[in-house]
């Protein structure tokens, strides 16, 4: 039977994200989950404060992180996984379809020749069912396209981190209006989630809590099937398609998908600096489509 993992969760209220720290209480070797940078849309500052809250769980319990592990191209945070790195090493992993959300988003930001759209920016990746190891722990990368076409999900042990193809229960499922996206794939995504054995833990990468509850990022498989609002058993396709399309055209664009894409793709890394020694980013202007809100 498989050592289950330690888990600790890092919310940051700021961007509804979960990251996640699991290692092996054998060996204490560890994997990093999602990890956000801080960036502060006004003054074009990025800061460390999420990531170092990571770093000091890595130091309290003595643990050599060998995996910074992605599950796709978030469009609302930016990824610390260069700052890890940095810090505490490990690898830096996605799911090999980067390749194709880096050849759109290199075409939108016109980005520097220089970029390739390779996926060489990460140290590796995953293929659909790719095993791995986190000390003496078994892991399985998981492609679940539909939010995106790179999205995977990580079975840890007997935990399954699903990033954001499904949310908690009350608030359903991702959006899958970004380039690339497709219900119909984000369905089969879900469904292929939900064959998991029932007991098995889920933690999702993002919560954006209603009044009535405090954030939360831990369910089971169970659960999702019995109260998911968007997928639950007995939920069709076509039914959880037009729903899923019917939404997605009344969500406005993510706060901080211009900057955070063009970090994201490149693991967490800033573009390069220019010949001043600073680094910018590329806003495209009138390049995405605009969700109005005032009725126009």
Known sequence: MNTPA???????????TVSYLAWDPATLRAAVIDPVLDYDFKSGHTGSACADRVLACVAEHGLQVDWILETHAHADHLSAAGYLQAQVGGRIAIGENIRTVQATFKKLYNLERSFLPDGSQFDHLFKDGETFRIGEIEATAILV????????????????FVGDTLFMPDLGSARADFPGGDAHQLYASMRRLLELPPETPMYVCHDYPPASRMAQWQTTVAEQRARNIHVRDGIAEDEFVAMRRARDATLDVPT????SIQVNVRAGR??????NGVCY?????NALPVRRTDGG
């Open 281 to 285: 980013l590329r806003i495209p202007l």
């Open 145 to 160: 396209p539909g939010h995106t076409p790179a999205d995977m999900a990580y079975l840890i042990g007997s935990a399954a």
């Open 256 to 259: 901080l998908i211009l900057p």
């Open 270 to 275: 800033l573009p390069p600096p220019d010949d």
């Open 6 to 16: 330690n888990v600790q969760a890092f919310f940051d209220p700021r961007t509804g």
